[in-house]
């Protein structure tokens, strides 16, 4: 698989990394034996990043993705902190970070953590200095090797690609996400910090299986999440309304290489824009891991095709997602 350097980690990763939130919770169950599959899966195909967070099953999703890194060298394993507490600017301080960072070294067994970023916190804790002081202090101190930050918003991701330390932004990009291409990614190439695409596939939309007749489990944000009751609406369907969505992708479909399904087509989209470092598609089973990664190898698609994608976005995507995030 393509390498590329992770931002100022400094770390080459494998260019499709696995998200480990589908391993934790929120999406259906999935079984630890299910789980450790998929992470062996995604390994033999060539990814060697993987994102995961505290809140992700309360733990479990960093037990697991813990226990099995111990036995799996070679592995750069990213975790998030920040949601375990109310989300107000008075509980980004240095003893949260401690007991959140201690928490999570256990869950992982790890003496120094690779990334921590934080995960989506309020507006104003990008722009503060103590924020900053304070993740540095944890650098310092061995806890944590590198950090970064995951936003909703393009603002947010810009307001921290201006500090020194961040060393990774997550975003939101796909063909239904492209507000970041305007600014975000050419800010962050030029200041060396690396870009983890979240949400590639719009929570699965993009990987042209479901219809309108598709379902989902009461435990599945796809269900109780869709006008952003537990969390920002833009994570679930990227924000975009599941019958529009169905529709742009009916357009998307075509438009794939030959051989490659639409997940794989959506995903390579994305590895094609400049500036990117890694895409962290889910994965519930061994089979959804391996082709995920796949898209590695698929060559970068035509330019005639990215107009398309571009198009499809202006006209039913664009009004609905372009001026919120």
């Not at 939130?21 to 990814?47: C, H, I, K, N």
């Amino acid at each position: 698989m393509e390498q590329r350097i992770l931002g100022r980690t400094g770390r080459e990763v494998g260019v499709v990394g696995l998200g480990a939130w589908q391993l934790g919770a929120d999406w259906g169950q999935v079984s630890e034996r299910d789980a450790v599959a998929t992470l062996a899966s995604a390994v033999d195909a060539g990814v060697t990043f993987i994102d995961t967070a505290d809140v992700y099953g309360d733990g479990r999703s960093e037990e697991i993705v813990g226990r099995f890194a111990a036995r799996t060298p070679g592995l750069t394993v990213a975790t998030k902190m920040g949601r375990r507490l109310e989300q107000v600017p008075e509980n980004y301080v240095m003893a949260n970070f401690r007991a959140w960072n201690e928490r999570s070294r256990a869950k992982l067994g790890m003496d120094t953590l690779d990334l921590v970023q934080l995960h989506c916190p309020p507006t104003p804790v990008y722009s503060s200095d103590a924020v900053y002081d304070a993740l540095d202090t944890l650098v310092a101190e061995q806890k944590i090797a590198a950090y970064g930050v995951s936003v909703e918003t393009c603002d947010q991701a810009l307001t921290a690609i201006a500090r020194p330390g961040v060393a990774t932004v997550q975003i939101i990009l796909n063909m239904f996400r492209l507000k970041p291409l305007e600014q975000v990614l050419p800010a962050a190439r030029a200041a060396g910090v690396g870009i983890i695409a979240r949400v590639p596939l719009a929570s699965g939309l993009l990987s042209g299986r479901y219809d309108e007749h598709t379902t989902f489990a009461a435990d599945d944000h796809r269900n109780y999440n869709r006008r952003g009751e537990a969390f920002d609406v833009g994570e679930t369907f990227s924000g975009v309304d599941f019958a529009t969505g169905l529709e742009a992708v009916r357009r998307l479909v075509p438009l794939a290489p030959e051989g490659a399904t639409t997940a794989q087509f959506a995903l390579r989209w994305i590895l094609d824009q400049p500036g990117v470092s890694v895409v962290i598609p889910g994965a519930r089973n061994p089979a959804q891991a391996t082709a995920n990664a796949a898209a590695a190898a698929l060559p970068p698609l035509p330019e005639a095709t990215l107009e398309k994608v571009h198009a499809v976005y202006d006209e039913l995507i664009r009004p609905q997602v372009h001026h919120k995030w």
